[in-house]
């Protein structure tokens, strides 16, 4: 019976990991290898770790968190999740390996999903981006598109504007109301509601839009609203709520409270999967360090 199961060693999980470890607390960390931001070349934003590759990042961090005793990581897959009557939870894997402890706590990053456009997928994490503030500055100075619709898709034009002066806003066949384009106007933005038919460019370059009518668009970089959704059913089979925001982020994440608390006892969750948390890395290494001491805390006052 170990302190802690940890599922997901993105940023969160292994900060949480690495706190925990450092309490002297047993936890095994389960990883799937699904991290997010693995298509990206670099990371954007992250003190002391900012144009550094995602993959060498995560290899470090688990590098860290071997060095200490108490700590273990597994790559593999949860099949199943179970709270027992006395308070414990534990895991089978898709190996049939089975695991129990006196607290879970739940990391493991989200399904990012975008409109299925063809060349958008393989351009993704590169000229194709979901957050201005991890990806904007690499972007910089581009002709850039905007690809959403509604208020979502005026938010997040106006909000590039301190990365470039020339942004157009595609809503893929969706109108915009007389107040919305009086205010894209208004910021030096253009927009066009046209079908999108496909993105193209060397490689994974992007170079243009191409539209249904056939006409094109020549830009370099675009920022895409990407709608975030739970990789499994982990949390809801543990007790936890999941509930989708309503706000520009659109994340199907696992309520917490400010200490990264589910509401289940000894259940947590940070990162992405988290509502508190913005999907950056910055942001999911903080939820990580509080969840994983909001743990060990609790653990501590049970024994």
């Known amino acids: 019976m170990r302190d802690c199961l940890v599922i ?6 292994l900060s949480a990991s690495l706190t925990l470890a450092r309490a002297r607390r047993s936890i095994l960390v389960v990883d799937s290898g699904q991290q997010s931001n693995l298509s990206a070349p670099t990371i954007g934003g992250l003190l002391g770790h900012d144009g550094r590759p995602p993959a060498d990042y995560y290899s470090t961090g688990r590098a860290e968190l071997a060095g200490y005793p108490s700590a273990e990581i597994i790559n593999g897959h949860v099949e199943r999740a179970e709270r027992h009557e006395d308070g414990t939870f534990s895991v089978t894997l898709a190996d049939g390996r089975s695991e129990s402890a006196r607290t879970a706590l739940l990391a493991p990053g989200m ?3 975008h409109p299925r456009i063809p060349g958008l997928s393989e351009r993704w994490g590169r000229d194709v ?4 503030f991890c990806h904007g500055w690499e972007m910089r100075d581009r002709p850039t598109a905007v690809l959403a619709s509604g208020a979502v898709g005026v938010h997040g034009a106006l909000n590039l504007r301190a990365y470039t ?7 893929n066949g969706s109108d915009l109301s007389e107040a919305e384009q009086t205010q894209l106007a208004g910021a030096g933005v253009k927009w066009d509601v046209r079908p999108l038919a496909q993105l193209t460019g060397e490689g994974s370059r992007l170079s243009a839009v191409v539209f249904a009518d056939g006409a094109d668009l020549a830009v370099s970089a675009m920022l895409v609203k990407a709608f975030l959704y739970q990789r499994s059913t982990l949390a ?3 007790g936890a709520t999941v509930t989708m925001s309503g706000d520009h982020l659109g994340a199907e994440a696992i309520a917490v409270d400010r200490m990264f608390r589910t509401g289940v006892p000894g259940l947590f969750a940070a990162g992405d999967a988290a509502t508190s948390v913005p999907p950056s890395m910055a942001a999911a290494v903080a939820s990580g360090y509080l969840a994983g001491a909001s743990a060990a805390v609790l653990l501590s006052a049970g024994n």
């Not at 997901?8 to 999980?13: D, F, I, K, V």
């Not at 981006?129 to 201005?132: A, L």
């Not at 002066?165 to 809503?171: A, E, H, N, R, S």
């Open 8 to 13: 997901g060693a993105g940023s969160a999980g």
């Open 129 to 132: 981006f979901h957050c201005p």
């Open 236 to 238: 809801q089979d543990l």
């Open 111 to 113: 399904d990012y999903r």
């Open 165 to 171: 002066g020339d942004i157009t806003l595609l809503t």
